[in-house]
């Protein structure tokens, strides 16, 4: 919305929020607007595709999956001190890391 392009320009900061594919260009000359107009041209300019990658989009994707998937292994810190509430969360980092290395497939190249 043009609210939070508002907020991010105000902030100084760069909007990593893709358009949608039929949208068109906002009309006003604020830098909330100015920076989505932006962002239109280039992945038009583009393809959506590669601006996602140049953009840092996907990066910013893959972080959210790994925070949903961080927040599956619980909801909330069951610990009540401080230091055993770090240790738990270092407990489930670990837990998580260690699945996504099962999980990643090994590839050897062929001569």
């Known amino acids: ?3 939070c392009h508002e907020a991010i320009a105000a902030r100084s900061a760069d909007a990593r929020i893709p358009t949608r594919k039929n949208g068109r260009p906002w009309k006003g000359t604020s830098p909330g607007v100015l920076a989505r107009n932006e962002i239109l041209r280039a992945s038009k300019r583009l393809g959506r ?3 996602k990658r140049w953009s840092g989009y996907h ?3 893959l972080v959210e999956t790994k ?3 961080f927040k599956r292994l619980g909801e909330r810190v069951m610990a009540r001190d ?3 509430q770090v240790a738990e969360l270092q407990v489930r980092a670990a837990i998580l890391n260690r699945f996504s290395v099962l999980g990643r497939p090994q590839t050897v190249a062929m001569a």
Do not use: H, L, N, P
Request: hydrophobic residues 35%; contains cysteine.
């Open 59 to 61: 990066r910013r994707s």
């Open 82 to 84: 401080f230091d055993c």
């Open 49 to 51: 595709a590669i601006w």
């Open 1 to 3: 919305t043009k609210t």
């Open 67 to 69: 925070m949903r998937c």
